[in-house]
């Protein structure tokens, strides 16, 4: 089991062996502790039923929740920066899923990037907003036990979405005492949590609840009210033991989307203003969950299962009055679905000739209910249909990985995966009526060496792939004029990744690690303004450097940094250019941590998030973002504590996001303007904490 803040980030196991004799997951390496500079985490224990499983890769990690929730930030997913060089933030109205950037990938709300949560996925195919759609604002970073991530597609559990990155997040199962939380801040920030577990028969039932409130510095408030909660019975432990997981979360708001710079600049709406304020949209997410695991002198099978009700909402409008000159060009996307599927695995330990070996054989399954539509709005009142279509997509997947310890300094992984997607859509246009099949194998390679001089060399190959939306590979017809033919969209996108890197850990308390990558897609996904969502695109090849950092001084101080440099091309010519609108070059990020169990405990982070091409000639850029946060806390000894976060300390007036695309204001030619597009960070912010553990 991983115990809550024992383990503040570790990579893979320089030797491993436990409970799968030298090849499973628990590192013999020491692992630094980090300070918990939190007035909420209560440390506890996790992975009753399944643990996290780490990969054989430089890039890859494990991040415990203390470290996780050390860190002060504005929403709940931000949290996942304490991944390097991922880049999480938010264009729009506080409920609505973040934006990822990731190795020179703008990943939208999710494209390749694959996020889970205790087994269930959070990113959503045929999505009403864009493929792989991953909301993350049910997250309670509080409930957080570890988070495994990897980056690059070399890891066989792991499937759609999943060739930039993955990231399991693992909540904690029980906590040694119960928590009472309470923050206030500033623009209206309201915010209530409660944690308890206690032991139920022969196991531990743990129940979290929590309610939000939030207007934000906006001139239209943002008015968001959430209401989120969690039940968790389970059993045994990570290899013998089961959890049954419930889990509600429901949200609305009000959206300031991204503005165009001219309104501002021309004194039509000021830096936190918007040119619609009926912007927004509600989601819901109703969850069942279950996780078993049993060992034998064999190996371990384990086994999850799930099934979620997901709900969304959503009011957009980022083209003014290019499109409908007279109402305006709000439009509805509606998602309604219920989805479920899981997983089953068996790890069988043996050798071979002698060598220790692991042969590790799973399957997965997924199945997707959808109503999926897109409406004509004006000021949230309906003008038309432009599509209301029923979807059914369901994939299954199979995977296979050998992984073997030839010598004290060789080990090898040797796996493939194969993916089988299925769907069938009833669109209200006919001509867009239709049934898909795919199927894409893909094989992952890993090769370890060493420790020497407390140093390992890791080399990865592997395929991966994204699934574009359905509607899109069956579609014939353009649903906005019958008569205009469109493009069929292939259903699986491939990617190849390569990736060769070092970690050392030779003095005492510092981890450094350095990873060179390639990674080439089929087909880019890129953001379309006028609709929100993206689209498919040209290849595309990305290469880069990561460099990152962790030093644990003492027991109550740590360190860390981390910087990568990505050169991000599209792969086929074009005259309109070569550049990936919105792929970052450069993302760095460092910290401090500091603080005992009991008395004064700290955290300042520093994030970079480097200019971007706008456009593919590279002519038009974004500006850099360097934001500052902060927070100064103190453990009393009766269970107390109060915390103050400074966010956007240097009260720095950058951007969350910047696009470049055309839109019409009022007056404007019917053609509209060709304009950057921003939404503006958030003015130097406090907010006080007070908890109480008892």
């Known amino acids: 089991m991983l115990a809550g803040g024992s383990r503040a980030w570790a990579a893979p196991a320089a030797a491993e ?23 909420g985490y209560l440390g506890g224990v996790t992975g009753t039923g399944g643990a996290l499983r780490t990969v054989d890769a430089a890039s890859a990690g494990v991040i415990s929740g203390a470290a996780l929730n050390s860190r002060p930030v504005t929403r709940p997913g931000e949290v996942l920066e304490a991944v390097p060089g991922l880049i999480v933030t938010q264009h729009s109205g506080e409920g609505k899923a973040n934006q990822y950037f990731l190795r020179g990938f703008n990943l939208d709300h999710g494209t390749d990037i694959a996020l889970t949560v205790d087994g269930m996925p959070v990113n959503m195919r045929t999505h009403a907003h864009g493929q792989g759609y991953a909301d993350l604002n049910f997250l309670i970073p509080e409930l957080v036990g570890g988070v495994e991530f990897h980056k690059g597609p070399y890891f066989v559990r792991d499937g759609d979405f999943a060739s930039a990155g993955s990231v399991r997040i693992d909540y904690l199962d029980k906590t040694e005492r119960n928590l009472a939380l309470t923050t206030f801040g500033s623009f209206g920030y309201k915010r209530a949590l409660t944690i308890a577990s206690a032991p139920l028969g022969a196991g531990t039932l743990l129940v979290a609840g929590e309610a939000q409130i939030y207007d934000g510095p906006w001139d239209v408030p943002d008015r968001l ?24 979360y429901a949200g609305r708001w009000t959206a300031t989307n991204q503005i165009p710079e001219r309104a501002v600049s021309e004194g039509i709406i000021g830096r936190f203003g918007t040119l619609n304020p009926t912007d927004g949209g509600d989601t819901s997410r109703f969850s069942l969950s279950g996780r078993w695991s049993q060992s034998d002198e064999g190996g371990v099978t384990r086994a999850s299962a799930y099934v979620i009700r997901y709900q969304m909402s959503l ?5 003014y009055f290019l499109n409908n000159p007279i109402d305006g060009d709000q439009f509805h996307q509606v998602d309604q679905r219920i989805l479920g599927g899981g997983e089953v695995s068996r790890v069988f330990k043996g050798d071979l000739f002698g060598l220790p070996m692991e042969n590790e054989i799973g399957v997965q399954t997924r199945t997707d209910s959808i109503r999926v539509g897109l409406f004509n709005t004006a000021q949230r009142r309906y003008l038309s249909t432009v599509l209301d279509d029923r979807v059914l997509e369901a994939s299954g997947a199979f995977y296979l990985d050998n992984r073997v310890r030839w010598t004290d300094w060789l080990r090898t992984s040797v796996g493939f995966r194969v993916d089988t997607y299925y769907a069938d859509v009833a669109s209200d246009t006919a001509a867009n009526s239709g049934k898909a099949r795919d199927s894409i194998a893909n094989p992952k390679l890993g090769l370890v060496l060493g420790p020497w001089f407390d140093t390992e060399l890791f080399v990865n190959y592997g395929g991966g792939f994204h699934s574009n939306d359905a509607r899109g590979v069956t579609a014939t017809v353009d649903p906005t004029s019958s008569l205009f033919n469109t493009t069929r969209s292939p259903f699986l996108v491939p990617s190849e990744g390569y990736e060769v890197g070092f970690r050392n850990r030779s003095i005492a308390g510092l981890e450094t690690a350095v990873t060179l990558f390639r990674l080439d897609f089929a087909s880019e996904n890129l953001f379309q303004g006028d609709t929100g969502t993206t689209e498919p695109s040209r290849p595309s090849r990305r290469f880069g450097v990561e460099w990152t950092n962790h030093y644990t001084v003492t027991p109550w101080l740590a360190l860390d940094g981390d910087l990568t440099l990505t050169n991000a091309r599209f792969s086929s010519y074009d005259p309109v250019g070569n550049r990936i609108p919105e792929a970052p070059t450069v993302i760095a990020a460092a910290g401090v941590t500091f603080g005992e169990p009991l008395g004064w405990f700290g955290s300042l982070r520093f994030r970079y998030f480097g200019p971007r091409p706008l456009i593919e000639d590279n002519s038009v850029r974004s500006k850099p973002t360097a934001l500052l946060n902060g927070r100064i806390g103190y453990n009393f000894d009766n269970g107390f504590s109060l915390s103050l976060d400074i966010l956007n300390l240097t009260n720095a007036k950058a951007d969350q ?10 007056g404007e030619a019917a053609d509209g303007v060709a304009d950057r597009h921003f939404h503006p960070v958030e003015p130097t912010a406090v907010r006080l904490t007070l908890a109480g553990r008892f």
């Open 17 to 39: 062996g436990v409970t799968l004799s030298e090849l499973s997951v628990t590192s013999e390496a020491p692992v630094a502790t980090t300070p918990n500079a939190s007035s």
């Open 225 to 248: 009210r959430k209401v989120n909660g969690v039940a968790r019975y389970s059993q045994g432990t990570q290899l013998d033991g089961f959890s049954v997981t419930g889990m509600a």
């Open 315 to 319: 009011f957009n409008d980022f083209t």
């Open 657 to 666: 996001i910047t696009y470049f695309y055309t839109s019409r204001l009022p």
